[in-house]
T-cell receptor, first 116, second 114 residues
Framework: GAVVSQHPSRVICKSGTSVKIECRSLDFQATTMFWYRQFPKQSLMLMATSNEGSKATYEQGVEKDKFLINHASLTLSTLTVTSAHPEDSSFYIC????????????FGPGTRLTVT | AQSVTQLDSQVPVFEEAPVELRCNYSSSVSVYLFWYVQYPNQGLQLLLKYLSGSTLVESINGFEAEFNKSQTSFHLRKPSVHISDTAEYFCAVSDGHAGNMLTFGGGTRLMVKP
């Protein structure tokens, strides 16, 4: 149980285009989902926290107009990187917290974004 | 505010040797503590966690960690490592509030050599 999927696993896009990454909780409902960014050989950096049906809370320094997050249902959150640039190339990981559980996060397998 | 420090960025060790990956945290409130493992190009997998009760927690693949409140530590140990344990290990802390937010340490790369 507690499986989180991400799609796509890898994506290559051209500079200036937008890319959408999906995060789904497959066997549980997630009140809260988190989006992280990870640079090579570095730790995870929290980008934003999203709660179903409300606006995402972005961490300091993360551009909310560039990284659009939508949490439309209890099993799906999406991250859209708008007008992507090469510096947006990174590994993006989502996680989901089950409804009613105060301390658990289950992580997706990650999405490798390369902007050319 | 919370913070997590993993003192070693890399730990090389020979196969079948014991290993300890160090983790120290700071927090003004009670915390939950976690160790996650990340294999190349994959997401994070929960290795073990401390929520309450016994301060020694174990995983199914031989790792264990001990919560030491006085030293604010949660070091990860394994008495005999395998090549397949080669991975990145992250220590994380949560106070169970603030939307279950996790604060991660910088990670420790465990490199098991034959």
């Amino acid at each position: 149980g507690a499986v989180v999927s991400q799609h796509p696993s890898r994506v290559i896009c051209k500079s200036g285009t937008s890319v959408k990454i999906e995060c789904r909780s497959l066997d549980f409902q997630a009140t809260t989902m988190f989006w992280y960014r990870q640079f090579p050989k570095q730790s995870l950096m929290l980008m934003a926290t999203s709660n179903e049906g409300s606006k995402a809370t972005y961490e300091q320094g993360v551009e909310k107009d560039k990284f659009l997050i939508n949490h439309a249902s209890l099993t799906l959150s999406t991250l859209t990187v708008t007008s992507a640039h090469p510096e947006d190339s990174s590994f993006y990981i989502c996680s989901a917290s089950p409804q009613g559980v105060a301390y658990e996060q289950y992580f997706g397998p990650g999405t490798r974004l390369t902007v050319t | 505010a919370q913070s997590v420090t993993q003192l070693d960025s890399q730990v090389p060790v020979f196969e079948e040797a014991p290993v300890e990956l160090r983790c120290n945290y700071s927090s003004s409130v009670s915390v939950y503590l976690f160790w996650y493992v990340q294999y190349p190009n994959q997401g994070l997998q929960l290795l073990l966690k401390y929520l309450s009760g016994s301060t020694l927690v174990e995983s199914i693949n031989g790792f264990e960690a001990e919560f030491n409140k006085s030293q604010t530590s949660f070091h990860l140990r394994k008495p005999s490592v395998h090549i397949s344990d080669t991975a990145e290990y992250f220590c994380a802390v949560s106070d169970g509030h603030a939307g279950n937010m996790l604060t991660f340490g910088g990670g420790t790369r465990l490199m098991v050599k034959p």
